[in-house]
């Protein structure tokens, strides 16, 4: 094969492990998950906070798998053709893998941290750098301990541009993922109350995503929101890692990237910005003012890695969300249809203001309502009750008409409520989706939030499955 991920030499090497069993002749691909094992794959075997990944071993095997690391001898596989590398430490070994990938790419690389918008800026990233030559993104939301070395040992050898985002729920969580990266350009998108129950203060957020300037390529550019309250804080805090190139995007007059005018419609957003006094246009293919945040800042990382606007701007018009991240998908109920929003992956304050903002711009049909299904926001410590409580007032800003609510910290919001709003409470996501059907009507729009944990993914499964039994 010319063009195989890890050539076997590569691969044992980048591993520092000791081959203990079948033959090595290389693989395709990285996998923690014996589930979703692609031919050819190599399949790490770590142990989780619930699962042992040695425990599966010969699963991986049978599902096509071709290596095997493992860090326990008696795992090694016992299928013919599948290769066993024996290593200290198998997440280690992924890590070291990681290093040996980016030692080995000329790729220009991009790393995306902030408190909201950093899934969404690297997809929209990644579609305008895949116009320009080869490019290779983490997937979903792999930005933790485990994603980005998965993303980075991932990376073909001749990726000519790599994207990859870098998340933290504690201190010094960055610092580590960012020494793998090392990036040539870093976007921090904002900081927002976010995980706050691991942290003192949303300062303390700043300095955590701060540790992304930590491990930059010399001559390294970092581009910051200056729109945001913690512009100067972050921008010193680059500084003082010795980069000396820092540019911002906002609306504000100083801004390298500046907003200079946007009409927000249902379902785009058309742009009006400038970069060094000259203006241009362009159409956003998702809705909402944090979306054209977000392209303000990937804009001004594609001219710093050398590409012309011109060559991008047009991408930015067929952006298509994911599962979870706004994806929009109709859905036939009680004779009609609704339109339903799904932002059911994860939320926090200021997500959540913003996707207000996104139902409340909608334009329902005939005798359809705005109908917000929210669950709770996680990890925002003491004040978490108050904060849920905050949303009221931005609810009935945006001109909401209906919420369905579930969670012990989102009845502080729905109680709150005119009653007229109220659609429905439930303790759980799972017992809201038993009523929720029941509670909508044809031509509603519909959109569904909460945090990871709140399993809002229950609800999107319900209304997905009456699509499919209509």
């Known amino acids: 094969m010319t063009n195989i991920l890890w050539p076997a030499e590569e691969l044992i090497a980048g591993l520092k492990g000791e081959l203990i069993a079948g033959d090595l002749h290389g693989a395709d691909g990285i996998s923690i998950d014996s589930r979703d094992i692609a031919e050819n794959d190599v399949f790490f075997a770590i142990k989780g906070d619930l699962f042992d990944g040695h425990d599966y071993t010969q699963k991986a095997a049978e599902n096509g798998a071709s290596v095997i690391v493992v860090s326990d001898i008696k795992y090694k596989a016992e299928r013919a053709g599948v290769a066993t590398i024996l290593v200290d430490d198998v997440l280690d070994s992924l890590g070291r893998l990681a290093v040996a990938s980016r030692a080995r790419s000329k790729a220009k690389i991009v790393a995306i941290t902030g408190s909201v918008g950093k899934t969404s800026t690297k997809e929209f990233l990644r579609a305008c750098l895949e116009v320009c030559g080869k490019t290779h993104a983490s997937i ?11 993303s980075l040992a991932r990376m073909p050898k001749d990726t000519q541009y790599g994207v ?15 020494a793998m990266v090392q990036p040539h350009v870093a976007i921090v998108t904002t900081i927002a109350p976010a995980h706050l129950g691991h942290f003192k203060d949303l300062q303390q957020i700043a300095q955590a995503k701060a540790e992304i300037f930590s491990g930059m390529m010399p001559d390294g550019v970092a581009i910051l929101n200056c729109d945001n309250e913690f512009f100067e804080y972050l921008h010193d805090a680059a500084q003082e890692k010795n980069i000396d190139d820092v540019q911002c995007f ?21 742009v009006t910005a400038a970069y060094k006094g000259q203006k241009f246009n362009y159409e956003i293919g998702s809705a909402g003012l944090h979306q054209v945040q977000n392209s303000l800042g ?38 009609g249809s609704i339109l339903v929003i799904d932002e059911s992956y994860n939320a926090n304050p200021a997500s959540m203001v913003a996707a207000f903002s996104v139902l409340g711009a909608q334009r329902p049909q005939q005798t359809g309502r705005r109908v917000m299904v929210l669950g709770d926001m996680l990890e925002l410590g003491i004040d978490s009750a108050q904060i849920h409580a905050a949303l009221a007032k931005d609810i009935v800003a945006n001109s909401i008409d209906v ?37 909508l009507q ?17 609800i999107m499964n319900k209304l997905k499955n009456s699509k499919a039994s209509a």
């Open 140 to 150: 979903k939301s792999f930005n933790n301990h485990w994603g980005v070395p998965i």
């Open 164 to 178: 990859f985002e870098i998340g933290m729920n504690h201190l010094d969580e960055i610092t580590p993922l960012v």
């Open 250 to 270: 906002g609306a504000d007059e100083q801004a390298d990237m500046r907003l200079l005018g946007v009409e927000l419609m249902p379902n785009s957003s058309l």
């Open 298 to 335: 990937l804009l001004l990382a594609v001219e710093n890695l050398g590409i012309d606007l011109n060559k991008v701007l047009p991408m930015l018009a067929n952006i298509e969300l994911s599962d979870g991240r706004g994806a929009r998908v109709e859905i036939a109920i009680n004779g």
């Open 403 to 439: 919420v369905m609510a579930c969670g012990k910290d989102m009845k502080n919001c729905y109680d709150l409520l005119p009653h007229e709003k109220q659609g429905g409470f439930a303790q759980n996501s799972s017992l809201l989706a038993d009523i929720i059907l029941n509670r």
């Open 442 to 458: 044809p031509y509603d729009v519909v959109m569904v939030k909460g945090s990871l944990g709140s399993q809002m993914s229950n």
